[in-house]
């Protein structure tokens, strides 16, 4: 079959190929999700060499670990729980660092040069949002990426996230409290948004 005709395969066609030993297909699930993968690493490591490698790590986990998909979920929503766990791991193994990072990021809610920097440089507002999501608590940006950038739905999220659903609803509204209060504090115009 064809590079283009399997690029229109499911993610559960394209693992029953891999797991009959077409090995190379696996590659197509790496074009599917590397991007948004990668973008979600970068968010929780802030660190593009440490997304990278942990991106990598993922996929190899992921498919050293494909036999053992058993469909219960999507694929895209067990390989998100992959990369998060493995982030996880990297954060806790620099714990030190991260939490000093949190505290500046929670103490820094007021507008400063840094802020009128992000505004100045972004082109869009779109990317002006995102760029505040950043300076929300890890998890709280983690939540709204994976919901509002990602679209993966509040079921998906607990089960990536390793919380209950009432618990991912209750986060995703004050993490949506504290962007609005953000973008409020930092006089950002409503009606951009």
């Known amino acids: 079959m064809s590079k283009v005709l399997m690029r229109h395969l499911s993610d559960i066609e394209i693992i029953e190929s891999v797991n009959r030993g077409n090995t190379p297909d696996f590659s197509l699930l790496i074009d599917r999700y590397k991007d948004k993968a990668f973008s979600l690493l970068k968010r929780m490591l802030k660190n593009e060499m440490d997304a990278e490698e942990v991106l990598q790590d993922s996929f190899l986990k992921a498919y050293n670990s494909l036999k053992d998909f058993r469909q219960d979920s999507k694929f895209s929503t067990w390989f998100y729980k992959i990369v998060f766990n ?69 079921n998906e999220i607990s089960q990536v996230m390793g919380t209950s659903l009432v618990n991912t609803k209750v986060l995703l509204h004050r993490s949506r409290n504290a962007l609005r209060d953000l973008l409020i504090k930092h006089n950002y115009q409503e009606e951009l948004l």
């Open 86 to 154: 493995s982030a996880l791991t990297v954060i806790v193994s620099k714990k030190r660092k991260i939490e000093h990072e949190m505290t500046s990021i929670d103490e820094s809610f007021e507008l400063g040069s840094y802020d009128n920097k992000i505004y100045a440089t972004t082109e869009n507002a779109r990317g002006y949002v995102l760029k505040m999501v950043d300076k929300l608590p890890l998890r709280n940006a983690l939540v709204t990426i994976l919901f509002y950038v990602d679209g993966l739905s509040l």
